[in-house]
């Protein structure tokens, strides 16, 4: 029976940077063939694996069902050799070299074409399982938009410019109260110009805080 893959799930081996140095890629295939047999699969559960210099080798035939990702087999498997102690949301070339990378990338976009796989549908393991495999955010670096945790910018903003605008909303509820109270001691031609001046106050704040708005929103991104 055959499979439309409709989807593109990336892996890594999990093994140390220098593993099986020396040896062909298709050794490195046959070693997690092993693997995976001894879990009871009949053969490699991914159908490409790419190695350290960028070699990219066949596990199972394309066109039948993987065995990499539980409820997601009908996806193409693909499994990065290295990655060893990476974390989910690390940046891929912490744990992958360039050619390995450039081959990846380059394996995607030929599977996208062949079987009309549409970019939303590639993805990181760690999308559909609590494991950090591959160790990157596959969405994000296919974007080019990878951002390594710790490093400045982007997304750790967030918390403190929402902070900021939550702070502009109570200094706009601050002055009215202010304003309401001195108002009660006050005859009616300070009253009109005080609620004049509390308009304008109001007013602005709203303003403020609208391009605060837009300025956070558009961090999200
Ligand atoms: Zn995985």
């Known amino acids: 029976m055959t499979v439309k893959h409709q989807g593109i799930i990336v892996h890594c081996a ?13 050794r490195q295939v046959d070693e997690i063939t092993k693997w995976h ?12 694996v790419i190695g350290r210099n960028g070699e990219v080798a066949d596990g199972r035939a394309l066109g039948t069902t993987g065995a990499h ?11 990065l050799i290295g990655g060893f102690g990476s974390d989910a949301d690390d940046i891929a070339s912490d744990h992958f070299t360039a050619p390995q990378l450039n081959a990846l990338y380059r394996t995607i976009k030929d599977l996208q074409e062949k079987y009309g796989i549409r970019t939303e549908r590639v993805i990181a393991h760690n999308r559909v399982s609590s494991k950090a495999c591959p160790g990157f955010r596959v969405q994000k670096w296919l974007a080019g938009e990878e951002v390594a945790r710790n490093r400045t910018q982007p997304e750790r903003t967030k918390p403190t410019q929402s902070k900021t605008v939550k702070a502009s909303a109570a200094t706009v509820a601050a002055s009215v109260g202010t304003s ?35 300025s956070w929103a558009s961090g999200w991104r």
């Open 69 to 79: 990702a539980k409820g997601h087999n009908s996806d193409i498997g693909i499994c």
């Open 180 to 214: 309401a109270t001195a108002l009660s001691g006050m005859d009616q031609t300070s009253q009109y110009i005080i609620l004049g001046f509390a308009g304008i106050t109001i007013l602005f704040g709203i303003y403020i805080m609208r391009e605060r708005l837009k």
């Open 37 to 48: 047999k001894d879990r009871g699969f009949r053969t490699i559960g991914y159908h490409i």
């Open 14 to 26: 999990a093994t140390q940077p220098d593993w099986m140095k020396g040896d062909s890629i298709q």
